[in-house]
């Protein structure tokens, strides 16, 4: 059956081993990549290896070496990237069920969600192994020579009790009735021996005397895959593992693959295990290129039996392993663990080999999106300049451009100010839900940087060239983002206006713009300024995002910086309206596209071009340099150390010439926080200024607020003479 790729929605779900390896697959032979949409659902923006974990509990890795950086690999593969929840299937309307957001319809579904510890009435209770996240937070937690009860009889309770013990905690090992369930009475007895020798004696079902009543128990009994899939009425056999062919189709349900631990072939079962998810995913990638465009699937037949490899933490000072192949065993030794160490490096650095350049063509080279993708300040002011011109025939019709971060339009006769603001961008992400929601907290930060209220908005959205049906759901899916940020704050969607993007790259072309509507009381009206002596100026979170996504594009940006950045963006700043009317606020602006110097120089001269050569302006501030580089989000200064910056930080540049004049640093700054103070933003923080007697009250309401980074940065100084 012929497919039609352009209007059809292949949905990857999850980020296991499988998936990661067909990403990567795509990136590194982009003719392989099936045409069309196609989308990867992932709880988290990594993916971390299994076959490390045990190492990384030891600390014999660090996080970042055991983490598959999934949006990267996403972005070089040219498949869209959603961060969320998944917490169920409707079969019936093709759709995938996600927590906290609209559910995404799909044509083909790919399922590697992995699986979760098994949990029922005959099992004890603890912290469950899986889903990792929680577990690995928990260990980070934990302090030496903290008692632990590990449950469980397979090799993952003995590879975590190990783990703990070289992490320096004492672990003990409750086994079922029978004792160690490792295969064969010779890895039994070997493996019980190795425990003894580190201190970990396996106890049965009632548990070790000495054992505190109160020590935490980690669940290792076993896996299942996540109960949504039975719920969904997928076939599951044991465990609830989905059943599928020798293809990887979901038996009756040819347009749904599986593989990884959520997956089982019911004719060949086999085991959990990553080593299957890793053999299954040339034979996935294969056949989810070829049912895009009809053509006939292969079959995969797995192996009989695995090799597998125990490590045991380095408990001894020098890290060994254990080989298990059926009824054989071998060491434990170090030559083992080195065998073991050299596949799992191997196996990571695969996915380090990916550039952008074998993907999607260069990112390095690309335009930056987001507020980096606006026109230059010297272009902006050029041009009003020149509307503004009192020989231009349509002077008259035009009132001053360059004022506030939103224009009054009027009253509402009740002593209200009406306000209005625009703003939007390219897609700074591939999720459309995620892009709704942080143009909209965006463009909002207009009217919050007056102190008005949000009423309404009108959204613009211009969808690439997609069928209709593809077209509906990103348009379902972005203006669900936009109401994401409107219900909270009682604010209604009240219209907008649709485009199609003329863009021969699919995929390309997703823009929203917002037109936002709101109110202010007449004596709660602020100014970008100017700002008086005496005021101290209040940065309210973190800045970096431009630098941060910039490196991105180029997969330079780690994961954790990335989650970070977008965290901080996803807040919203309306409650900061009432906090800073209610502590004296006299002047606020919100930082964006020009950098936090940029608009620093609005608010000393709000009313001319600031940031030209040498100028100076009557009013004078005193910025703390301490302070503005700990207010740099993660990653920031080590990128622009880097030589990494948005493209619209060069003529962002101009605003450097403040610092020759208006604006002086207690401390001489370094050439990466320079380059800071012009890093562009998206959702970026208010500048409020306020009495500098306000400002410690002030400062400890933000924190109790959830702006527990908001700090002074600067001080307003008397002006020159």
């Not at 055991?66 to 990237?81: E, F, K, S, T």
């Not at 190990?162 to 004492?170: N, Y």
């Not at 979901?250 to 749904?256: A, N």
């Not at 910086?561 to 502590?583: E, I, K």
Request: charged share 15%; proline share 7%; with cysteine.
């Amino acid at each position: 059956m012929a497919a039609e790729p352009e209007g059809r929605h292949l949905i990857l779900a999850g980020g296991g081993h499988s998936h990661a390896l067909v990403l990567r697959r795509w990136a590194m032979q982009p003719r392989h990549r099936p045409r069309g949409w196609i989308t990867l659902v992932s709880r988290g923006s990594t993916a971390l290896y299994s076959g490390m974990v045990p190492g990384l509990v030891a600390g014999l890795y660090s996080h970042q070496q055991v983490a598959i950086d999934l949006r990267r690999l996403a972005l070089q593969a040219g498949v869209n990237l959603i961060v969320a929840e998944i917490n169920g299937l409707d079969l019936d309307g093709r759709r995938l069920l996600l927590q906290g957001r609209p559910p995404l319809r799909f044509d083909w579904l790919s399922l590697d969600v992995g699986a979760e510890t098994n949990s029922d009435a005959s099992t004890p209770a603890g912290l469950p192994v899986k889903p990792l996240e929680p577990f690995l937070s928990w260990c980070a937690q934990q302090g030496d020579a903290c008692a632990v009860r590990v449950v469980g009889s397979g090799a993952a309770a003995v590879e975590v009790a190990l783990a703990l013990r070289a992490r320096g905690l004492q672990p003990w090992l409750q086994t079922r009735a029978s004792g160690l369930a490792l295969g064969s009475e010779r890895a039994n007895r070997l493996v019980a021996a190795e425990l003894q020798k580190a201190g970990i004696a396996p106890q049965g079902p009632s548990g070790a005397a000495g054992v505190p009543n109160d020590a935490p128990s980690i669940a290792c009994t076993g896996s299942r895959a996540p109960l949504w899939l039975t719920a969904s009425g997928l076939p599951t056999g044991q465990r609830g593992r989905v059943c599928t062919t020798a293809t990887l189709q979901v038996v009756g349900r040819p347009e749904i693959f599986a593989s990884g631990d959520c997956a089982v072939i019911a004719a060949n079962p086999r085991p959990p295990a990553g080593v299957w998810a890793v053999r299954a995913a040339p034979v996935l990638a294969i056949n989810l290129e070829r049912v895009l465009t009809g053509r006939p699937l292969q079959r995969w037949r797995p192996q009989r039996q695995a090799l597998q490899l125990l490590g045991d933490g380095g408990v001894g000072g020098v890290p060994r392993a254990i080989a298990l192949w059926g009824p054989l065993t071998l060491g434990p030794s170090r030559w083992l663990w080195r065998i073991k160490d050299r596949i799992d490096r191997r196996f990571m650095a695969a996915f380090d080999t990916v550039t952008p350049a074998m993907g999607n063509g260069d990112a390095s080279r690309m335009g930056c999106r987001g507020c980096a993708a606006k026109v230059a300040a010297s272009a902006l002011e050029a041009a009003l300049h020149d509307l503004e011109d009192p020989g231009n025939s349509i002077q008259a019709a035009v009132q001053p451009l360059i004022q506030d971060d939103a224009a009054v339009t009027g009253t509402d006769g009740r002593g209200q100010w009406l306000l209005q603001s625009v703003d939007g961008f390219p897609a700074l992400v591939s999720d459309p839900w995620l892009n709704g929601r942080l143009t909209t907290l965006h463009a909002c930060s207009d009217l919050w940087a007056c102190g008005a209220r949000l009423e309404s908005a009108q959204a613009v959205v211009t969808l690439p060239v997609l069928g209709p049906r593809l077209q509906s759901d990103l348009l379902l899916q972005t203006l669900a983002g936009v109401r994401s940020v409107l219900d909270p704050l009682e604010a209604r969607l009240i219209g907008g206006h649709t485009l199609e993007a003329r863009d021969a790259m699919t995929g390309a072309g997703l823009s929203l713009m917002l037109t936002v509507n709101g109110s202010a009381p007449a004596g709660r009206l602020w100014r970008k300024g100017p700002v008086q002596p005496g005021d101290a100026l209040i940065l309210m979170r973190p800045i970096g995002t431009g630098v941060l996504f910039a490196a991105a594009m180029a997969g330079a940006s780690q994961p954790d910086w990335m989650d970070r950045a977008l965290t901080v963006m996803q807040q919203s700043q309306a409650p900061l309206v009432a906090l800073l009317a209610a502590h004296g606020c006299r002047a606020c602006t919100d930082i964006t596209g020009f950098g936090l110097l940029g608009h620093l120089g609005e608010m000393l001269n709000p009313r001319g071009d600031n940031t030209s050569s040498r100028r100076r302006t009557a009013t004078r501030v005193q910025l703390n340099t301490a302070a503005l580089a700990k207010l740099a989000l993660p990653g920031a200064l080590e990128l622009l150390s880097a030589g990494h910056a948005s493209t619209l930080a060069p003529a962002n540049g101009r605003a450097l010439a403040l610092l020759e004049g208006a604006v002086t640093l207690t401390e001489t700054a370094n050439a990466a926080l320079l380059q800071l103070l012009i890093d562009p933003q998206t959702c970026g923080p208010l500048l409020a200024a306020l009495p500098a007697q306000r400002a410690p009250e002030a400062l400890l309401a933000l924190h109790q607020q959830g702006f527990d980074q908001a700090a002074v940065i600067g001080r307003v100084l008397q002006p020159s003479s």
